[in-house]
Nanobody, 114 residues
């Protein structure tokens, strides 16, 4: 399983970004897919996950601002981020769980300036 994340960058507070994560296998192969982030000096934390039945879960800090979705035809996971805040600055990682094994992408940097 390979995951390739992209879409990070530098954005001003209040702006938007969309992260993409292309998976090497068809989306139904994965039980759960999600986005996590890690800020400097902090532990990696969950941002949003989506399960095989399309149930979504968000961290309280991003509810109402971020949306996780998938495109089955493109084997791609997305994270639409809006109303970005400086505290959203982090390296964002996509993840996929298959048969109780978690796989990780390489991370994409998101920097939000105030």
């Amino acid at each position: 399983v390979q995951l390739q994340a992209s879409g990070g960058g530098l954005v001003q507070a209040g702006g938007s970004l969309r992260l993409s994560c292309v998976a090497s296998e068809n989306i139904p192969s994965y039980n759960i897919m999600g986005w996590y982030r890690q800020a400097p000096g902090k532990l990696r934390e969950l941002v949003a996950i989506i399960t095989s039945d399309e149930t979504t879960t968000y961290a309280n800090s991003v509810k109402g601002r971020f949306t996780i979705s998938r495109n089955y035809a493109k084997n791609t996971l997305y994270l639409q981020m809006g109303d970005l805040k400086p505290e959203d600055t982090a390296v964002y990682y996509c993840s996929a769980r298959k048969r109780n094994t978690d796989y990780w992408g390489q991370g994409t940097q998101v920097t939000v300036s105030s």
